[in-house]
């Protein structure tokens, strides 16, 4: 069963403060993506990572695709309110449009 | 133009109705997809139609019957439905690739309540 665990599940910080949260796998997979997700919204997608070791950067998002590609990380540096929200990692390691979603990290921003 | 459109918006419905979810693209993708998001939870998958044929039926209820009447469009149908089934239905496109870089886009989705 191919799985995608999020870390942290939850994280509470001030505004201007960093963070990074994790998506680990073991299985390896074509390409990954990261979304946003707002209450009652759909995902909003933030990236695709494709090539194991590359690094896209988006504004303050910095997102890497491990060398193996089996594993991705989102950065943000200096966190802003509007960064709340739901954030999402998900891909088909099967090749058969069998996507799967990361368990999701909760990220609340504080003025 | 990355939008996939879905109505309606909101929907609230007795066990007994038969009601339908729309989705549409206009990206020229030939994958669509719905999943089914419960509060808190990522979404999970629950049919996928690869060139408007089902490829994919993630042992999903017969309740729930999937049609795509042609590449831009794809229906939900949702007859005698149960209120665990309440939940936010999410559409998603994609275009498959030959380097499997295929990106799924959303739509912003049905909040079903079943009552």
């Known amino acids: 069963t191919q799985l995608l665990e999020q870390s942290p599940q939850f994280l509470s910080i001030q505004e201007g403060e960093n963070l990074t949260v994790y998506c680990n796998s073991s299985s390896v997979f074509s390409s990954l993506q990261w979304y946003r997700q707002e209450p009652g919204e759909g995902p909003v997608l933030l990236v695709t990572?494709?090539?194991?070791?590359e690094v896209k950067k988006l504004k303050r998002l910095t997102f890497q695709f491990g060398d193996a590609r089996k594993d991705s990380s989102l950065h943000i540096t200096a966190a802003q309110p509007g960064d709340t929200g739901l954030y999402l990692c998900?891909?088909?390691?099967?090749?058969?449009?069998?996507?799967?979603f990361g368990t999701g990290t909760r990220l609340k921003v504080l003025a | 133009d990355t939008e996939v459109t879905q109505t309606p918006k909101h929907l609230v419905m007795g066990m007994t109705n038969k009601k339908s979810l729309k989705c549409e693209q206009h990206m020229g993708h030939r994958a669509m997809y719905w999943y089914k998001q419960k509060a808190k939870k990522p979404p999970e998958l629950m049919f996928v139609?690869?060139?408007?044929?089902?490829?994919i039926n993630e042992s999903v209820p017969s309740r729930f019957s999937p049609e795509c009447p042609n590449s831009s469009l794809l229906n939900l149908h949702l007859h005698a439905l149960q209120p665990e089934d309440s939940a936010l239905y999410l559409c998603a496109s994609s275009q498959p690739g030959q380097r499997r870089t295929d990106t799924q886009y959303f739509g912003p989705g049905t909040r079903l309540t079943v009552l």
């Open positions: 990572v494709v090539t194991g070791g």
């Open positions: 139609y690869s060139y408007e044929k089902l490829s």
């Open positions: 998900a891909g088909d390691a099967s090749g058969t449009y069998k996507y799967i």
